[in-house]
């Protein structure tokens, strides 16, 4: 299960949107598979019947009123944007689809 | 792009079983979003806003804001749950589904995978011909929407566009995708039974409130699968999900044109693509979006930022006993207390206009005459407007409109006047009479002063009426008609000069 | 140097309160020994430049005989995963070079509600991956005890803050021991909360269901007054408890430990840890039976698996948590050569703007939460995750708290572990059961190791909810050992005061 390929890598660094050089690439092949390795230890405990916990503290708290209360001004919206137009947030053409 | 070849509807279905399945997003009118409580834009209230003013920060995923759940899209969607005939889940959970999409702050969408609130469940759908069908619903879970782009560059559209505009005031309007199982034996009603589903979505969340439920809006949007299977086959075929059409007659026609599409290269001995379709309201045609691929790996899971939701069950039996009456029940009901026809309800029903009739039943009219109201002179202005005949007057109005032809102060022809005013917002239709004077003139003294008028101009017309040519007395009428301008009863008018005509021999 | 900036948090509330100090004189003291040593140090990434007008506005209320918390004008440093609006926020990383955000964390909303004066921002790993402070991207920070040491991590930043003087508190996160793991390699006190003890509304997510927020300090009765303050549920964080809290000063100022049953986590206790940890860890131990404690040892055999677990969710909840960054709403921006698509300058962006431990747990997390993988992986990690509670679960059946060394060894040489990721990964061993479980946990300074003359820590854990018992035992232990050193550890610490001189002659302040 460990042995993980360079394209892999190459696909998961797709899917996280992150353009990895190839030398990243060759270097994260070796060391994931490494990891891994060390992390596939779980499964020797992880039996069926054991129940996965998601959260470490149950809890049941209520759930939020529906009251407006907090809103970014315009302004405090777009104060962090690498590039607007006063209202909006600007990014270069799309080349997929809407999901 | 080439077009398709389609075949003919009917030898596709003879050919042919179309199996359809459909997904509803409902965004529901709470104040605040799913996870925020930032204003929200599908509540008529906050509508219309300006760009990036209805944001918190986890509706634009700014660094350590985290979701906060809005107890009452939980309740609405319980109540949708229940109107849907789901079991509710005593827990239920949010999980991430992760995808890069510059509309989606977080890049990823808080959504229910393997945990939906609400489950199995069955609708009972009327087609506009009367046929009746019972849609198995497989889930509707709750979720939360994106932002809005604007493609900017040459075309308007994605592809061509120089760059992109993003608002994320949509970001986080609480969803509830309502999911059906596969439905299968609609036959050639397979595109009026889409239809025909989606206006009962939209039945269901109107009656319970919970969404302003306009479809121009995008406050209710369909995506439609499509496949198809040569007859006496089991196995499904492989299907096309068409995404975000956005109005009852456009969910009609892309299934429509889906089966006929896929009916062609099927014959042809092709095969047809699993793929996201695009519907173009423009051409009525539907073109490839991308292949389903290994692109589509959404890496769910369990968002550890929120608890699992788990309603009080008291407060489900409490939303289940406030549900309104299902559609379909309640048209079988209304059908009878009015006593329409078959035709009569259809043109009622398949108008939109259910509600709004009720509702001026209930204000005191007739149901004829509020049968006549809506579907005649009402549906008539909004066609020439190219608007809805729902909203365009207040039920009650119409009610008094009624009333007022009842009690003879108003002609037919007076009360169409009278009713454009009340869509142009002048007041209520008694304010209407006052303001314009329209009222019918009901004292004979002032007709009989207009027909002498008119008597003198034509002096050879009480002669042909006692020659026993009665309808010589049309001229007159007319002119005094013209005279009253039109505020006189006709009938009346007419009984005054035969009257005269007697008298005078 | 000043003696202000020796005083403890509770002493200097002290003389604030009573006149004798004021707080504008106190936060530029603070300030002074930034300017002095941070630039051997480097504890601090920002310096809050409205500091001094915060202390004078709390000196004005004071004034005005306004009621003042417990804490009012001390000045507290904040590690720069906590947003702070006004003041820029990083989290480490270059990808939010500059970005100021227009909300405060829950914490820091408090921390400035106490009418507290943040000194500004201190240095940490990159989004907080990592052990020793080196995963910054602006250069790691330097272990007061020797400048060529790692100060821990990944919150190195406020523990040096702390060590070095610069600050009386700080605030802090831990995942896995980003608050413990500094405290004993610095010989300073911190605490990992019950997780959603404290809100992390606010808070940069690295695990979500991992993280929490805790104080740094140089006593257990400071960490407890600031714990006090940042405690409690928190709306805008669905996780956080919304059970009342005990006080956790009152607990440290009652500290009685006759009775208390101590475990010993038999697998925690091993060959694997340095001697002289062993050794100060074990002299404690005895320290407390001799006041009146019951020592016990208990058995957690799920822990082994703990790690393995842990660089599972952590990377996966990492890899979706840091998606955000993508160039569209703040931060860096970085587009192609010859421009490009939307995708293409996000993946540039991620690419210049992350480093390479982040890189690496983004591919790791992705991976495991992959089609086909989830089960193996991530799933799996989750069942390790119940059977480590269960262990505790048994444990406290047993005892009233457990304690372990904190961290395996004393600091290591900066550079030393950089480039072998599974050994840094060893340094959590002892803290991350506590973040599986949601536990609460606290490091205590021990003492000297004798072999290298480091400070060594030894951490105590509670059940959920049962923080105050880690303020108790922790308070305890702390006054037997200052009674024996004769003063506080730190104290023993190398004066800075030479760095000093040689910083500001090579002007590098």
Request: net charge negative.
């Amino acid at each position: 299960m460990s042995e993980i390929s360079a394209e892999q890598v190459a696909h998961l660094a797709n899917l996280a949107r992150i353009a990895l050089t190839e030398e990243e690439i060759e270097h994260l092949t070796t060391e994931l598979g490494q990891i891994m390795q060390a992390v596939e230890k779980v499964s020797e405990v992880a039996t069926p019947d054991v129940v996965p916990t998601s959260h470490p503290i149950p809890l049941h708290n209520p759930l939020r009123e529906d009251v407006p209360t907090d809103v970014l001004s315009v302004e405090q919206a777009l104060s962090g944007a690498p590039e607007h137009d006063g209202t909006r947030f600007v990014v270069s053409a799309i080349l997929g689809e809407e999901q | 792009m080439a077009r398709a070849a389609l075949m003919d509807f009917d030898e596709a279905l003879e050919r042919f079983e179309p199996v359809i399945g459909l997904e509803v997003h409902v965004e529901l009118n709470t104040r605040t979003k799913m996870f925020s409580s930032a204003p929200n834009p599908a509540n008529d209230e906050f509508h219309g806003a300006e760009p990036n003013t209805l944001v918190a920060p986890v509706d634009m995923g700014l660094p350590g804001s985290l979701p906060a759940v809005n107890a009452t899209a939980v309740r609405y969607s319980i109540s949708l749950g229940l109107a849907l005939g789901c079991g509710i889940a005593p827990s239920s959970r949010f999980a991430r589904k992760n995808y890069f999409y510059p509309d989606l702050g977080k890049n990823y969408q808080i959504s229910q995978y393997d945990e939906p609130i609400a489950f199995e469940g069955s609708v009972e759908v009327e087609l506009e011909n009367g046929r009746t069908f019972e849609v198995a619903i497989e889930r509707a879970h709750m979720e939360e929407d994106a932002g809005k782009l604007t493609h900017v560059g040459s075309t308007g559209r994605i592809h061509g566009a120089e760059y992109s505009l993003v608002d994320y005031n949509r970001a986080g309007v609480p969803l509830v995708e309502i999911v059906t199982k596969p439905i299968v034996g609609a036959g050639a009603d397979a595109p009026a039974l889409a239809r025909a589903y989606v206006a009962t979505i939209r039945d269901i969340v109107l009656s319970l409130g919970i969404s302003e439920a306009r479809m121009e809006r995008g406050n209710l949007r369909c995506d439609a699968n499509v496949s198809l299977r040569p007859k006496g086959q089991e196995k499904f075929g492989t299907r096309t999900e068409t995404k975000n059409v956005n109005s009852m007659r456009s969910v009609e026609r892309a299934v429509r044109y889906e089966i006929q599409r896929q009916a062609a290269i099927l014959a042809d001995g092709g095969t047809i693509t699993q793929e996201t379709r695009h519907w173009h309201e423009d051409t009525g045609t539907t073109s490839p979006g991308r292949p389903k691929s290994d692109a589509d790996d959404y890496r769910y899971f369990p968002e550890p930022d929120l608890l699992p939701v788990e309603p009080d069950p008291a407060v489900i039996e409490e939303l289940r006993a406030a549900l309104p009456e299902p559609p379909a029940a309640r048209r079988r009901r209304l059908k009878a207390e009015w006593g329409f026809t078959d035709l009569e309800f259809q043109d009622v029903a398949n108008g939109g206009l259910l509600n709004e009739v009720a509702a001026t039943v209930d204000a005191g009219a007739s149901p004829a005459a509020a049968r006549k109201w809506w579907t005649g002179e009402l549906t008539r202005i909004a066609n020439a407007q190219g608007a809805d005949p729902a909203g365009l007057a207040e039920p009650a109005h119409v009610a008094e409109l009624a009333a007022l032809v009842d009690e003879g102060i108003l002609t037919d022809r007076l009360a169409r006047q009278v009713l454009e005013g009340v869509v142009a917002g002048e007041g209520s239709p008694r304010e209407i009479v006052d303001a314009r004077g329209l009222a019918v003139v009901s004292d004979d003294g002032a007709l009989i002063s207009a027909i002498d008028e008119a008597l003198a101009a034509q002096p050879d017309v009480l002669a042909k009426i006692r020659d026993g040519k009665v309808q010589a007395a049309g001229a007159v009428i007319g002119a005094v008609m013209k005279a009253m301008q039109g505020k006189a009863d006709a009938a009346r008018v007419r009984e005054l000069v035969l009257e005269r005509a007697a008298a005078d021999s | 140097m000043s003696d202000l900036i020796r005083l403890n948090a509770a002493d200097l509330a002290a003389k604030l309160a009573s006149g004798e100090v004021s707080s504008v004189e106190a936060t530029k003291a603070h300030l002074d020994r930034i300017a002095a040593v941070d630039g051997a140090v480097h504890a601090f990434l920002h310096v809050n430049a409205e500091a001094l007008e915060t202390a004078a506005d709390v000196d004005r209320r004071r004034a005005a005989g306004e009621e003042l918390g417990p804490l009012a004008g001390v000045p507290i440093a904040v590690k720069d995963v906590l947003v702070t609006k006004g003041m820029p926020s990083t989290s480490g990383s270059r990808i939010l070079e500059g970005w100021i955000p227009p909300y405060d964390a829950t914490p820091v909303r408090k921390v400035r509600e106490a009418g507290m004066v943040p000194l500004g921002k201190t240095n940490m790993d990159e989004f907080a991956m990592g052990s020793s402070t080196e995963h910054s991207a602006y250069g790691p920070t330097h272990n007061p005890w020797d400048l060529d040491r790692i100060p821990g991590g990944s919150g190195g930043g406020s523990a040096a803050a702390v060590a070095a003087f610069e600050a009386p508190l700080a605030l802090g996160s831990d995942t896995g021991g980003s608050i413990r793991q500094p405290a004993h390699v610095t010989g300073t006190v911190g605490t990992k909360p019950t997780y959603g003890g404290v809100s992390r509304y606010g808070s940069i997510a690295l695990a979500s269901s991992l993280d929490q927020v805790g104080p740094v300090s140089r006593t257990v009765l400071d960490a407890a007054l600031l714990h006090d303050v940042i405690a409690g549920h928190d709306p805008h964080d669905q996780t956080s408890i919304p059970d009342a809290w005990p006080s956790m000063a009152d607990a440290v100022r009652r500290a009685d430990v006759s009775g208390l049953r101590i475990g010993v986590v038999k697998e925690l206790d091993s060959d694997g840890f340095q001697a002289g940890v062993r050794q100060r860890f074990h002299e404690s131990l005895e320290l407390l039976a001799a006041n009146g404690a019951e020592i016990v040892e208990v058995s957690a055999p799920n822990f082994e698996y703990a790690i393995a677990a842990y660089y599972l969710i952590l990377p996966a909840e990492a890899s979706s948590n840091l998606a955000k960054f993508d160039s569209v709403r703040f931060g860096l921006r970085v587009v192609p050569e010859g421009g490009g698509t939307v995708e293409e300058v996000m993946a540039a962006t991620r690419e210049a703007g992350f480093g390479p431990e982040v890189k690496r747990r983004i591919i790791l997390g992705t991976y495991a939460l992959s089609a086909g993988y989830y089960d193996a992986y991530y799933g799996s990690a989750q069942k390790v995750r119940t059977l480590v509670q269960q262990d505790f679960d048994a444990a406290f059946a047993q005892v009233d708290v457990l304690a372990t060394p904190t961290a395996p060894t004393t600091a290591f040489k900066l550079g030393e572990k950089l480039d072998d990721p599974l050994s840094m990964y060893l340094n959590d061993v002892a803290t991350i059961p506590a973040n599986l479980a949601g536990v609460p946990g606290i490091s205590v300074p021990t003492g000297l190791a004798p072999e290298d003359g480091l400070p060594v820590g030894i951490q105590f854990l509670a059940p959920a909810r049962e923080d105050a018992r880690l303020y108790n035992v922790g308070g305890a232990l702390e006054a037997i050992l200052v009674d024996r050193w004769g003063g506080p550890l730190l104290s023993q610490a190398p004066d800075l005061s030479t760095h000093e001189l040689m910083a500001t002659e090579e002007g590098v302040v």
